[in-house]
């Protein structure tokens, strides 16, 4: 239930002290960075953007009025659309608890329902990711890809294992024929067997770089998305991110620290989490493109969310990385565009960013002089044609730690920018609150008891 915590900063360490009346005192480690952590709560702040849209009221208080209710601060920059239970996996660590012995679908007038309320709340929606179980198993799948075609939605997302890719003759070819702004998401938590074993159960890594394989060969774009435990692969970022960047279709890489929510087995919260600031310092130390002033907090969300953005060198020089934040400062980074972590689908923020980049190298030059300094800048920044950067040119780090029923913080979570369509399409939860409190038989079982505790006058 809901009680009273405080931060606590002990040299570079901060806390989150909790005292419940019925658990006692906690301490969780929230970040091993303070001056980081201090940057989140007073530099990179933004404005919030709202959704168009309140679905619930506010009744219980946060975190039991989801929603997204009036008292939520950021609208969803991601919403995610689960279509199944089912997977051909059955992943130790798996938030949604699916499986092959889960055979529930959503129905298409459900997915139907899902999508407009998706759209109500945001008009024409950053990204949609298709997700669940393991979405390419829904019998209606490309049906479910059709529907979302027909709806104002500028990225399209497809939250995957890979595994239909890799063994099915045609279904990357077919998944291509939905570009542009359609990207696989794609589970890659390593370059070897290890720590496929320990976290999806399995021996993954042939039908990973099978599915690779047929991605990079149509160039669709991919994000490569590694969940991250201490002691299984967070000592191989470093490699995840020199293999990600040697291939042509991936656009980026998305770190996720173990969220310990469904089934999490093995896991050992004192020991095995992994904080945003330890994968942070991770990926300065041990990829050899970003340095500190590069990976910034994302502004709809800092305590949870951090980024770095390289341009990707042009035609077969694509393996060359130039970090954005040496040529555009982050302020610019945070105050050009609009309050979302996917820039590059903004166009007001890559006109700025091309002014910018124009202009930092032909200050005192005139025209024929502009054009010289622009030339030479091509050399480091190869042909950044402002502003039409193209979507193959970008290498994004997205490291993006969930909260948790360990770190749960009402501040943060209302903060929140990836939002969960519900089954019946009546409401979005932010992703933290729904693993935590509303995924399937948890709102009945771990939430309602919860809510009859909440005293409010107006409660009777
Ligand atoms: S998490 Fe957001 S939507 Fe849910 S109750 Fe809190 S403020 Fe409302
Ligand atoms: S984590 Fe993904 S692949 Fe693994 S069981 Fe869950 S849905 Fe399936």
């Given at each position: 239930m809901v009680c009273d915590a405080k931060e606590?900063?002990?040299?570079?360490?901060?806390?989150l002290w909790k005292r419940c009346l019925h658990h006692g005192v906690q301490?969780v480690?929230?970040?091993?960075?303070?001056?980081?952590?201090?940057?989140?709560?007073?530099?990179?702040?933004?404005?919030p953007e709202q959704v168009f849209r309140h679905n619930t009221g506010v009744r219980y208080g946060c975190p039991y009025d989801c929603g997204i209710c009036p008292d939520h601060e950021q609208h969803g920059?991601?919403c995610v659309?689960e279509?199944?239970?089912?997977?051909?996996?059955?992943?130790?660590?798996?938030f949604a608890s699916?499986?092959?012995?889960?055979?529930?679908?959503r129905?298409?007038d459900q997915?139907?329902k899902m999508?407009d309320l998706i759209v109500m709340n945001e008009?024409?929606?950053?990204?949609?990711?298709?997700?669940?179980?393991?979405?390419?198993?829904?019998?209606?799948?490309?049906?479910?890809?059709?529907?979302?075609?027909?709806?104002?939605?500028?990225?399209?997302?497809?939250?995957?294992?890979?595994?239909?890719?890799?063994?099915?003759?045609?279904?990357?070819?077919?998944?291509?024929?939905?570009?542009?702004?359609?990207?696989?998401?794609?589970?890659?938590?390593?370059?070897?067997?290890?720590?496929?074993?320990?976290?999806?159960?399995?021996?993954?890594?042939?039908?990973?770089?099978?599915?690779?394989?047929?991605?990079?060969?149509?160039?669709?774009?991919?994000?490569?998305?590694?969940?991250?435990?201490?002691?299984?692969?967070?000592?191989?970022?470093?490699?995840?991110?020199?293999?990600?960047?040697?291939?042509?279709?991936?656009?980026?890489?998305?770190?996720?620290?173990?969220?310990d929510a469904g089934?999490?087995?093995?896991?050992?919260?004192?020991?095995?989490?992994?904080?945003?600031?330890?994968?942070?310092?991770?990926?300065?130390?041990?990829?050899?493109?970003?340095?500190?002033?590069?990976?910034?907090?994302?502004?709809?969300h800092?305590d949870?969310?951090?980024?770095?953005?390289?341009?990707?060198?042009?035609?077969?020089?694509?393996?060359?990385?130039?970090?954005?934040?040496?040529?555009?400062?982050?302020?610019?980074?945070?105050?050009?565009?609009?309050?979302?972590?996917?820039?590059?689908?903004?166009?007001?923020?890559?006109?700025?960013?091309?002014?910018?980049?124009?202009?930092?190298?032909?200050?005192?030059?005139?025209?024929?002089?502009?054009?010289?300094?622009?030339?030479?800048?091509?050399?480091?920044?190869?042909?950044?044609?402002?502003?039409?950067?193209?979507?193959?040119?970008?290498?994004?780090?997205?490291?993006?730690?969930f909260l948790d029923r360990h770190t749960m913080d009402l501040r943060s979570i209302r903060k929140s920018c990836v939002h969960v369509a519900t089954p019946d399409g009546t409401r979005l939860i932010p992703f933290d609150a729904y693993n935590v409190l509303y995924r399937d038989e948890l709102e009945s079982t771990v939430l309602a008891p919860l809510r009859r505790r909440v005293q409010l006058p107006w409660i009777s």
């Open positions: 606590i900063i002990e040299g570079e360490r901060v806390y301490r480690l929230l970040s091993d960075d303070a001056d980081y952590f201090r940057r989140c709560r007073e530099v990179f702040l933004k404005k920059c991601v659309l279509i199944t239970d089912h997977c051909n996996l059955s992943c130790p660590t798996c699916s499986g092959p012995d889960r055979v529930t679908h129905s298409l997915v139907r999508l008009h024409e929606p950053d990204v949609v990711q298709i997700s669940g179980g393991e979405p390419t198993l829904h019998p209606a799948f490309f049906e479910i890809l059709d529907e979302c075609r027909t709806r104002p939605i500028r990225h399209l997302m497809v939250n995957t294992n890979g595994i239909r890719i890799a063994k099915e003759e045609g279904f990357a070819e077919r998944l291509a024929g939905y570009a542009p702004s359609f990207e696989i998401y794609l589970q890659f938590d390593g370059l070897d067997d290890s720590a496929t074993k320990t976290l999806r159960g399995a021996e993954l890594s042939r039908v990973k770089r099978r599915a690779l394989d047929k991605l990079n060969e149509l160039n669709l774009a991919t994000t490569l998305v590694a969940t991250l435990r201490r002691g299984v692969n967070d000592m191989s970022i470093g490699e995840i991110l020199s293999f990600a960047a040697a291939q042509r279709c991936v656009r980026g890489v998305t770190l996720q620290p173990v969220h089934r999490n087995t093995g896991f050992t919260p004192e020991t095995d989490r992994l904080t945003l600031s330890e994968v942070r310092r991770r990926v300065i130390q041990d990829f050899d493109v970003f340095e500190h002033q590069d990976v910034i907090p994302v502004p709809c800092p949870c969310v951090a980024m770095a953005y390289a341009i990707r060198g042009s035609g077969d020089d694509y393996r060359t990385l130039s970090p954005l934040t040496r040529y555009v400062p982050a302020e610019l980074l945070i105050e050009g565009g609009r309050n979302t972590i996917i820039y590059e689908g903004d166009a007001e923020l890559l006109g700025n960013i091309g002014e910018r980049i124009f202009s930092a190298f032909s200050t005192g030059h005139g025209p024929k002089g502009a054009a010289r300094a622009l030339g030479d800048l091509l050399c480091c920044l190869p042909r950044v044609d402002s502003p039409e950067l193209g979507y193959d040119r970008v290498f994004r780090v997205i490291i993006m730690q």
